[in-house]
């Protein structure tokens, strides 16, 4: 980190903020400019809050050279990390998985239905939620605890994992219990109470991005999971609001290299929420496995114009199937498989 002390600001006065950093475990090394004194700080900064440092008037400008995510980061961490959900593993350089089901549970029947489904097309996990976050209290908000074991048994008849999403921490004990993969949805991507909770836990964790946050902001949400102690993160791009009416959300596809760069997280790509628009499904899932990406989730519904949620973007079993047939194209020519 480096700080640019003004002009104005006496021996005394600096040497007391110096001090701290000092007291802290950090080095301190300062170049003496002919207007400024300038300050830099070597070692873990994470602790250093710089909004805190430039409210000081002595203070001109606080520039921050590394991240302030630290066991996410590449730098600290080289090799990619693979998350591994009952045999299946989800990162590394080798296998894209496909992770498919509706946007709700609709019923035990309909859920193991699709499930067999997406199996017979490819798909190795099963997602489906539950406990929905949805714009109205008056739409349906999920099954609750009746949708959990509906997908339960539906693992139960495919062997496939499940993936749903948890909306509150007073129900981690049934996701401990019965889920393969927690999913934190958009809406919650910053509920740092509910981050604190599931880090505590060892399950791997689904951490979509937020409708309207920054790539840093979404490492720092996935920093509370690691600093918790739970290394088992999958980060989910799954569109971002922008000014663009057309698309439900505008699919952020920079982030994949982005996100291999900065961090040894795997990342996936929801192209189901990111278009809003079933057609636009699979160009978009094409183009996340050319992206680099490590798998895909999407919606799919035997018959998306009954869904009760989100059925404008859900794919027919049938196309999901071609889907993956097409995508598995791709995949080899970057020499990887699905
Ligand atoms: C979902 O997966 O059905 C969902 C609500 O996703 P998101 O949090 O990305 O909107
Ligand atoms: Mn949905």
Redesign the pocket.
């Known amino acids: 980190m480096i700080i640019t002390m003004k002009k104005t600001a006496n021996h005394a006065e600096i040497d007391k903020i110096m001090t701290t950093f000092k007291n802290q475990g950090l080095q301190v090394h300062e170049s003496i400019g002919e207007n400024y004194r300038i300050f830099g700080l070597v070692g873990d900064t994470s602790k250093v809050d710089p909004k805190r440092l430039e409210a000081n008037p002595l203070v001109e400008d606080v520039v921050r050279v590394s991240s302030p995510y630290k066991k996410v980061s590449r730098m600290f961490h080289p090799e990619d990390t693979i998350v591994e959900v009952n045999g299946i593993k989800i990162g590394g350089k080798e296998k894209i998985v496909v992770i498919g089901g509706p946007?709700?549970v609709e019923g035990e029947d309909m859920v193991v239905n699709i499930a067999k489904e997406v199996k017979d097309a490819g798909a190795c996990m099963l997602?489906g939620?539950a406990y929905?976050?949805r714009t109205s209290p008056y739409a349906f908000q999920g099954m609750g605890t009746d949708g959990i074991l509906a997908l339960a048994e539906a693992r139960k008849q495919t062997g496939l994992p499940i993936v749903t999403?948890l909306m509150s921490a007073d129900k981690l004990d049934e996701f401990i219990e019965h889920v393969d993969i927690i999913?934190i949805?958009?809406?919650?991507m910053q509920n740092f109470e509910l981050l604190k909770a599931v880090g505590r836990t060892k399950k791997p964790i689904l951490l979509?991005r937020g409708?309207a946050n920054t790539i840093e902001e979404w490492l720092m949400s996935a920093e509370y999971i690691l600093a918790e102690g739970n290394p088992n993160v999958i980060l989910?791009e799954?569109g971002i609001r922008t000014f663009e009416k057309y698309t439900r959300n505008t699919l952020d596809l920079s982030v994949v290299p982005i996100i291999k760069k900065k961090t040894h997280l795997p990342i996936i790509i929801?192209p189901s929420?990111a278009t809003g628009d079933w057609e636009l499904v699979e160009p978009a899932s094409l183009a996340a496995i050319a992206a680099g990406a490590d798998g895909l989730?999407i919606?799919v519904h035997d018959q998306p114009e009954c869904a009760w949620?989100?059925g404008a973007q859900s794919l027919k079993p049938k196309h999901f199937k071609e889907l993956i047939k097409k995508c598995s194209k791709i995949a080899n020519v970057i020499g990887r498989d699905m």
């Open positions: 946007c709700s997602r939620g929905k976050p999403e999913q949805g958009a809406r919650n979509k409708l989910c799954r929801d929420h989730i919606e949620s989100d």
